[in-house]
């Protein structure tokens, strides 16, 4: 699960401040626990337990079913990452593109694959030939064992203008029949060809909807990613902050390119072999498309 510093996400960090809820999490991460089974575990009355279940279950931290006469509580995430307000580079000014996820123009990718609309998928899941069909501009979804997609967009920068620092954010994840969250997979990055680095994403996700992910997508299939963001800077490349690799805004020599060229890939030799998930504006959690922004003096 992710959530951001903002009002909508009050009910998870309320849900969070007790200790009572706490051990309740630490109890549903070993077993799944009816109401009593809880109560007698914290030593407390069953009414003040289901309160303080009711308050899981509304930040969507647990979940109950009926099973037979029971009401069984178990948990609904393994994680919860907070994504905080990005930090603003007044000194620069910035121009921004986005590219929608079916917007790719070289591509090569092996099953599991597939593509999806907003409305319904794009011809038959698993068969890399519906890569190409014409109503993949429409894609807000795709999904790929291994292999790679790779798009263009242009280098919005006049000739006087200065590249200082370049961001490429999109929401992804692995890839996993129907979704797991647990399934490591190596997702390497390019920009013009060269490598940018390699980010391992830790697996894809059906604990609960995605906030975006449309109403006909069946709920047993990865619902939404993970927020990344790229920076290249003087000093080097890091993704959310933390080191990518050695190269510098300086080496991309922007002066002399018309187009951006962004390359997603799954190696042949990569150590985690768990494919990729991009997910557009109307799919997961994040209302864009592959955002590139570039700041300029």
């Given at each position: 699960m992710q959530t951001q510093i903002n009002d909508e996400s009050l009910a998870v960090y309320e849900a969070l401040a007790s200790s009572v809820r706490l051990k309740i999490i630490q109890l549903l991460s070993k077993n799944k626990m009816n109401i009593k089974e809880l109560a007698t575990a914290l030593k407390l009355s069953s009414a003040i337990?289901?309160?303080h279940v009711s308050k899981l279950e509304k930040a969507n931290i647990i979940k109950t079913e009926k099973v037979g006469q029971q009401k069984?509580?178990?948990?609904r995430v393994d994680k919860i990452e907070i994504n905080f307000p990005e930090r603003i580079f007044n000194a620069f000014d910035t121009k921004e593109s986005s590219i929608p996820v079916g917007h790719y123009t070289n591509y090569s990718v092996y099953p599991t694959c597939g593509l999806a609309t907003e409305h319904a998928f794009i011809g038959k899941v698993d068969e890399p030939k519906y890569f190409m069909d014409a109503a993949r501009m429409d894609a807000q979804l795709l999904w790929f064992t291994k292999?790679?997609?790779?798009?263009?967009?242009p280098n919005l920068l006049n000739k006087n203008e200065k590249l200082e620092m370049m961001e490429l954010s999109m929401e992804l994840s692995s890839e996993f029949p129907f979704a797991n969250n647990n399934w490591l997979s190596d997702i390497t990055f390019y920009?013009?060809?060269?490598?940018?680095g390699m980010w391992t994403s830790p697996g894809d996700y059906a604990d609960i909807r995605g906030k975006y992910t449309p109403?006909?997508?069946p709920d047993n299939q990865n619902q939404y990613g993970l927020l990344k963001t790229i920076r290249i800077t003087h000093h080097g490349t890091y993704m959310d902050g933390e080191p990518l690799s050695d190269l510098t805004i300086s080496d991309l020599n922007s002066n002399k390119i018309d187009l951006w060229k962004l390359r997603v890939e799954v190696k042949d030799d990569?150590?985690?072999i768990g494919g990729c998930t991009l997910f557009g504006k109307s799919f997961g959690n994040y209302s864009q498309d592959i955002k590139v922004k570039v700041f300029y003096s």
């Open positions: 337990t289901t309160m069984i509580s178990s948990l292999g790679f997609v790779e798009y263009q967009t920009l013009n060809e060269t490598e940018l109403a006909w997508y990569a150590e985690h």
